[in-house]
Nanobody, 128 residues
Framework: QVQLVESGGGLVQPGGSLRLSCAASGQTLADYAIGWFRQAPGNERDGVSCIGSTGAITYYKDSVKGRFTASRDNAKNTVYLQMNNLKAEDTAIYYC?????????????????????WGQGTQVTVSS
């Protein structure tokens, strides 16, 4: 199993930026597709983005397209979510999740059911 730790959350004003990190240990992150999810109070966990094992394939929820960018540095065993032009509705706990994939599978899914390794989450609050 891979262990995941998110960091980089915090309080930011609308229009601001944050970069979340998801650091992995225990396994080589290059063998995993990564998903980013968020959960606001009273809401279900929602898929935001995902990135395939090589970083060549990414997916974004419509509401974050053009504002969020997922990337990864497999040499550092870390995945990132750059979040720009943040809005109040982006406020949530953000989680990264990992699923082991075969070498030939370089895509990803933004469905919580696809992932079996989760971090503890990091709070993002967008407020003036």
């Amino acid at each position: 199993q891979v262990q995941l730790v998110e960091s980089g959350g915090g309080l930011v004003q609308p229009g601001g930026s944050l970069r979340l990190s998801c650091a992995a240990s225990g396994q080589t992150l290059a063998d995993y597709a990564i998903g980013w999810f968020r959960q606001a109070p009273g809401n279900e966990r929602d898929g935001v983005s995902c990135i395939g094992s090589t970083g060549a394939i990414t997916y974004y929820k419509d509401s974050v397209k053009g504002r969020f960018t997922a990337s990864r540095d497999n040499a550092k065993n870390t995945v990132y979510l750059q979040m720009n032009n943040l809005k109040a509705e982006d406020t949530a706990i953000y989680y990264c999740a990992a699923v082991s994939v075969t070498e030939s599978y370089t895509s990803c899914l933004v469905s919580a059911f696809a992932y079996d390794n989760w971090g503890q989450g990091t709070q993002v609050t967008v407020s003036s």
